[in-house]
């Protein structure tokens, strides 16, 4: 049985960036010669309904006849068992839906001996540092040999993957790595045209390598000096009562906001500046991305590869994670209205110019005709 059709399988409790970005990229992935499926587990499903954007996605792809949901086996207590029929229930849609090729991220991983099973060809996608050392040293790493490509989703964790191979004389493994030229974004198709209010948003996961604690700490500085703005503070995670406790008098009289939320958009399209901090890259941040299609000026890390998304045209660089200095780059930034609002206008111009999707859809299908 001749199997040419692609799946992209996803496989994760909830939704962040990452996440988001693999909706769209499904999303815009239908060809008539080789269709291209997107499996998801139900648990991921269920969140991703609860987000207009992704839901919309989602109804796309279920349109085509290209969505197939695995469900959770959560009755099973067993983790092997649970393992085990995750990957029958992979080599069953396999075999159903003629795939040859399974484009794996996150713990869609963890089909992969389904797949190797039924013959099918195995791309992963690393989509972050954490990923990357998961796959190098963590519990990724025993799926490693039933992968026949990598893809890296920037030069960091590219380079992180290739070091660290080579170091260990894997070669083998270091041969099977491709790096993503570009990164992947596609702005919002909904109407956001709303008055820019004196907002500074922060959105991540609450966890140490994206600097929540740092951020905050810099924002109790600056808003003494700037009664006039307000914060909000996006995600969740391990830090959040640490972040709560530095900021709690500006949360208390509502001037901080924290929160998780799938209204992203919402909150970006009247914030006037972004600030991602993150270690060891901010590239190629899907939440640094939507922020600039929603004209915001970026204060960022800089770090990685961080300066092919933020320049001096469309914000600000920090070469040191110190509070102090989040604090004076922010301090300079929010007294320069006009600066402000030009940053914003040329961070949409970075994302028409330099980042288009269908470039990077183009790359990826070129990935995927290397095996079937």
């Known amino acids: 049985m001749k199997k040419n059709n692609i799946a992209i399988c996803l496989m994760s409790k909830g939704v962040s960036g990452a996440e988001k970005r693999i909706f769209r990229i499904a999303s815009l992935l239908n060809n008539a010669t080789k269709k291209t499926f997107f ?17 919309s996605r989602l109804k796309i792809i279920n349109d085509e006849s290209r ?36 484009h794996l991220v996150l713990n869609g991983l963890y089909t992969s001996f ?3 099973i039924l013959g099918s060809k195995v791309i992963f996608e690393v989509t972050s540092p954490d990923v990357a050392k998961s796959l190098i040293e963590g519990k990724l790493k025993y799926f490693k040999c039933n992968i026949d490509r990598i893809v890296a989703v920037s030069p960091t964790v590219n380079n992180i993957l290739i070091t660290k191979w080579s170091e260990n004389n894997e070669y083998d493994m270091v041969r099977k790595i491709t790096c993503s030229p570009i990164p992947f974004f596609i702005s919002s198709e909904n109407n956001w045209d709303v008055e820019k ?3 500074i948003v922060f959105a991540s996961r609450f966890i140490e390598r994206k600097n929540p604690v740092l951020f905050a700490e810099a924002i109790k500085l600056f808003l003494d000096e700037r009664p006039d703005w307000k914060i909000a503070i996006l995600g969740k995670g391990p830090l959040k009562d640490q972040i709560e406790s530095i900021l709690r008098d500006y949360i208390d009289n509502r001037v901080v906001e924290i929160k998780y939320t799938e209204k992203l958009y919402w909150f970006l399209s009247r914030s006037k500046i972004f600030v991602s901090l993150i270690y060891p890259d901010n590239y190629p941040s899907q939440s640094v991305l939507e922020a600039m299609a929603m004209k915001n000026a970026i ?10 998304l933020v320049t001096t045209a469309n914000g600000i660089l920090i070469d040191k994670f110190d509070k102090k200095e989040v604090y004076e780059k922010l301090i300079k930034l929010s007294s320069n209205q006009d600066l402000i609002k030009q940053m914003g206008e040329e961070s949409v111009k970075k994302i028409e110019n330099d980042f288009s999707p269908m470039d990077y859809i183009s790359n990826l ?5 290397e095996f079937t």
């Open 39 to 55: 499996i998801v587990n139900s648990e991921l499903y269920i969140a991703a309904q609860k987000d207009q954007e992704l839901s």
């Open 114 to 116: 389904g797949s190797k």
């Open 365 to 369: 299908t070129e990935i995927y005709d």
């Open 67 to 102: 969505l197939i949901i695995i469900s959770d086996s959560k009755i099973v207590k067993s983790k092997l068992m649970s393992f085990i029929l995750l990957n029958i229930k992979a080599a069953l849609i396999i075999r159903k839906y003629k795939i040859g090729v399974m």
């Open 299 to 308: 204060v960022a890390t800089n770090v990685g590869s961080t300066s092919k």
């Open 197 to 199: 209010e004196n907002l």
